[in-house]
Nanobody, 127 residues
């Protein structure tokens, strides 16, 4: 089974940076999508960014474009989310998720389409 382990959350001041990591294992093919989602208290889970393993293509939510960067280190089987210029509204529990079923890039933000989830890591941005 695919297993995901998210880490890297913490407390940071507004304008600061954090890098989240998602260590993945158990993939039986080289074609999958790993995404980051986040959920703030009282809000629905929202897609933040995703990366496609087959071609390295990436997608971002409008709210994080230009501030967050997703990348992967295939040798380490790890996906990173570099978060810069953090804002208090970025405060949330961040989750990494994986889909191995040829997920269309047009619908990557639908959390129900992902089969595997890591535990969350809390990011708190103070003002």
């Amino acid at each position: 089974d695919v297993q995901l382990q998210a880490s890297g959350g913490g407390l940071v001041q507004a304008g600061g940076s954090l890098r989240l990591s998602c260590a993945a294992s158990g993939f039986t093919s080289d074609d999958y999508v790993i995404a980051w989602f986040r959920q703030a208290p009282g809000k629905e889970r929202e897609g933040v960014s995703c990366i496609n393993s087959s071609d390295g293509s990436t997608r971002y939510a409008d709210s994080v474009k230009g501030r967050f960067t997703i990348s992967s280190d295939n040798a380490k089987n790890t996906v990173y989310l570099q978060m810069n210029s953090l804002k208090p509204e970025d405060t949330a529990v961040y989750y990494c998720a994986a889909d191995t079923g040829n997920l269309s890039p047009l619908i990557w933000q639908y959390s129900e389409l992902y089969d595997y989830w890591g535990q969350g890591t809390l990011v708190t941005v103070s003002s």
